[in-house]
C-alpha cells in the first residue's frame, strides 16, 4: 500500500479556526443555549471551525420561521422564479467549485479527486431541478359520475420540510434535499450531520446569495439526538427527508408518529457485487474494488458483498487484494490520494472492530487489515483497504453494513442459488454484477430486489435517474422526476358544471 504523507491545510475561508452560526430566517444566529461544538479535520485532528450547537429551541424558531415563509410571499413565487433561484444557485456552485470540494474534504476526510467529480454533479443536480421546476402538473381527470362534474388534480408542495443528512457526501446530501424543496415551492429546516456541518453552511450562505428568500432554507447544526429528534418529532413539520443509518431511520418513523408526517428514508446496505466467469476481469477488478473502496467504504451503496465465481474467485481475489495494496492512501487535499480517512474516531473504532471479527469468524485478509500507522497518517483516521477471503454468508462481515474500507469476498458455484444467497440481505440498495452474457445480465438484473443494479460499472448515478431503497434500506427516491414527487401532495378538485 503507499501512502501519501498529511499536506498542510491551507487556510480555507469557512474552516479556518472560526466560529460559524447557524442560519434561520436568513439571519445568521447563536445557538438559543448559546452552546457550540468542535468540527476537526479527520485526516489530521485540526480544528476546523466551532459551530452553534442547535437543540429544541432553535428548531422551534427555524420551523417557525419556515412556516411563516411557505404561507407568505414564497408561496406566491412563480416556478419561472424558483428555477432561475436555482439556476443561480447552480451558477455559485459551480464559481466556487474548488473552495466547496476542499471544504468536504476538510470537513470529511474524502480525496479532492473525488469531492471534485461529486461536486460537478452537484451542479448537475441543481440544473436538473430547476428543468423540473416547470414541469410539475396535475391532471384532468374524466370521471363517470352522472351529470356535469368536471375533475382535476393539483400538487401542491407538501410544506415545510424537515432534512437530516449524514456526514458522508455533504454537498450531495445538502443539494438533494434543498434542491427538489425550492423547486417545489416548499421551505427546509436542514440538520447537517455533527461530523460534517460546514458545506451545508456555505450552500446556505450561496443560496441567499443567490436570492432565496429569507425563511425558505434554515440550517441548525447539532447532534441527532437532540436537534436530529427535536425535528423528526416537531408537530408543524410536514415531511421529514431522511439519510443515514436503519437504525436513526427506525428512529425517525417512531418520532414521526406523532403529527403522521411524510417521511422518505435514503438508509444502508450491504451490497452484493457479482462477478461471473465470463466478466471482462480487467474491468470488473478495479470496478468491484473502487465499489467499496471509494470515500473509505462511506457509502451506503457499496457493494461490500463481494460473490465470485468458484472457477475465478482465487484468481479475481488476489487481483482485487493487489489493486487494494496499491491504493495511495493519505490525506485529502493531496491530488494524488485515492483513499482518504474515516470520518472520525468512532467510525475507526467500529472498522478497527469488524476487522477483528472478520478475522475471528475465520476469513483471511488478503490486503489490509488494521488501521494506518506509519508517519503522519497515524493522526488521522485512517484504515488501509481490506480484502477479506474464504467468507461465509453467516459471517457477521457479510451480513452487517461496515461502513469502511472492506471487502468481504464470497464464493459461488449455481446461478439460482446466487441470487437466492445475494438478496439473503436485511437491505436493499445498491447491487452489481459483472458478466459479457448480455442475456444473463438481464435475468439477474431483474432478480435482485434493490433499488439499483449496476452491470459492468457501479455506482453510476445521475440525477435524472432515481436511487433509493428496497427493504430496510428505506423508501422514497432521490434523483428523477420520483424525487420532486416526493415533496409534493395531490389534491382533487371537483367542479359541478351542469
Ligand atoms: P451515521 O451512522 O451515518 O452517522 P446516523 O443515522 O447516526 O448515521 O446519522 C445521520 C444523521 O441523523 C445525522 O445528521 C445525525 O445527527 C442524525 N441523527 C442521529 N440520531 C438521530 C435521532 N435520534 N433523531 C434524528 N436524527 C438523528
Not at 465470485?308 to 489493486?323: K, L, N, T, W
Not at 485515492?338 to 474516531?345: K, M, W
Not at 420520483?482 to 367542479?495: G, R, S, T
Request: glycine letters at 10%.
Amino acid at each position: 500500500m503507499a501512502v501519501t504523507q498529511a499536506i498542510p491545510i491551507t487556510r480555507h475561508p469557512f474552516a479556518n479556526g472560526s466560529y460559524k452560526q447557524m442560519l434561520i430566517d436568513g439571519k445568521w444566529v447563536d445557538a438559543a443555549s448559546g452552546k457550540r461544538f468542535e468540527t476537526r479535520n479527520p485526516a489530521t485532528g485540526e480544528l476546523l471551525a466551532t459551530v452553534a450547537e442547535g437543540d429544541k429551541e432553535d428548531i422551534d424558531r427555524a420551523v417557525a420561521a419556515a412556516r411563516r415563509a411557505f404561507e407568505g410571499p414564497w408561496s406566491k413565487v412563480k416556478p419561472f422564479e424558483r428555477q432561475n433561484l436555482l439556476l443561480k444557485l447552480a451558477d455559485l456552485v459551480e464559481k466556487n467549485f474548488d473552495e466547496l470540494s476542499q471544504l468536504d474534504t476538510l470537513d470529511m476526510g474524502a480525496p479532492v479527486s473525488r469531492t471534485r467529480a461529486y461536486h460537478l454533479r452537484a451542479v448537475g443536480m441543481l440544473r436538473y431541478y430547476a428543468g423540473q421546476t416547470t414541469a410539475i402538473h396535475g391532471e384532468t381527470i374524466e370521471n363517470s359520475l352522472p351529470g356535469e362534474i368536471f375533475s382535476y388534480t393539483l400538487k401542491e408542495p407538501v410544506g415545510v420540510v424537515g432534512a437530516i443528512i449524514p456526514w458522508n457526501g455533504p454537498l450531495t446530501a445538502t443539494i438533494w434535499k434543498i434542491g427538489p424543496a425550492i423547486a417545489t415551492g416548499c421551505t427546509v429546516v436542514l440538520k447537517p450531520a455533527e461530523e460534517a456541518p460546514l458545506t451545508s453552511l456555505r450552500i446556505a450562505e450561496l443560496a441567499m446569495e443567490a436570492g432565496v428568500p429569507a425563511g425558505v432554507i434554515n440550517v441548525v447544526p447539532g447532534y441527532g439526538e437532540t436537534a436530529g429528534a427535536a425535528l423528526s418529532s416537531h408537530h408543524d413539520v410536514d415531511k421529514v427527508a431522511f439519510t443515514g443509518s436503519h437504525v436513526t431511520g427506525q428512529a425517525i418513523i417512531r418520532a414521526s408518529a406523532g403529527n403522521l408526517k411524510r417521511v422518505s428514508l435514503e438508509l444502508g446496505g450491504k451490497s452484493p457485487d457479482i462477478v461471473f466467469a465470463d466478466a471482462d476481469l480487467d474491468a470488473a477488478v478495479p470496478g468491484a474494488a473502487m465499489a467499496v473502496f471509494a470515500n473509505s467504504g462511506q457509502i451506503c451503496s457499496a457493494g461490500t458483498r463481494l460473490f465470485v465465481e468458484q472457477s475465478i474467485y482465487d484468481e479475481f481475489v488476489g487481483r482485487v487484494a493487489e489493486f487494494g495494496r496499491k491504493l495511495q492512501v493519505g490525506n485529502g487535499l493531496d491530488p494524488n490520494t485515492q483513499i482518504g480517512p474515516l470520518v472520525s474516531e468512532q467510525q475507526l473504532e467500529r472498522v478497527t472492530g469488524y476487522l477483528d471479527i472478520g478475522q475471528k469468524e475465520g476469513a483471511k485478509a488478503l490486503a489490509g487489515g488494521g488501521r494506518v500507522t506509519e508517519g503522519a497518517l497515524a493522526k488521522g483516521f485512517f484504515v488501509q483497504p481490506t480484502v477479506f477471503a474464504n467468507v461465509q454468508d453467516n459471517m457477521r462481515i457479510a451480513q452487517e453494513e461496515i461502513f469502511g474500507p472492506v471487502i468481504s469476498a464470497i464464493a459461488f458455484k449455481d446461478m439460482d442459488e446466487l441470487i437466492k444467497r445475494a438478496n439473503a440481505t436485511t437491505f436493499g440498495l445498491g447491487s452489481g454484477l459483472w458478466t459479457r452474457d448480455v442475456s444473463k445480465a438481464h435475468k439477474v438484473a431483474k432478480s435482485l430486489r434493490a433499488g439499483s443494479v449496476w452491470v459492468n460499472c457501479y455506482q453510476a448515478m445521475d440525477p435524472a435517474v432515481p436511487f433509493g431503497g428496497y427493504k430496510m434500506s428505506g423508501y422514497g427516491r432521490e434523483s428523477g422526476k420520483q424525487h420532486v414527487e416526493e415533496y409534493l401532495n395531490v389534491k382533487a378538485v371537483w367542479i359541478k358544471t351542469g
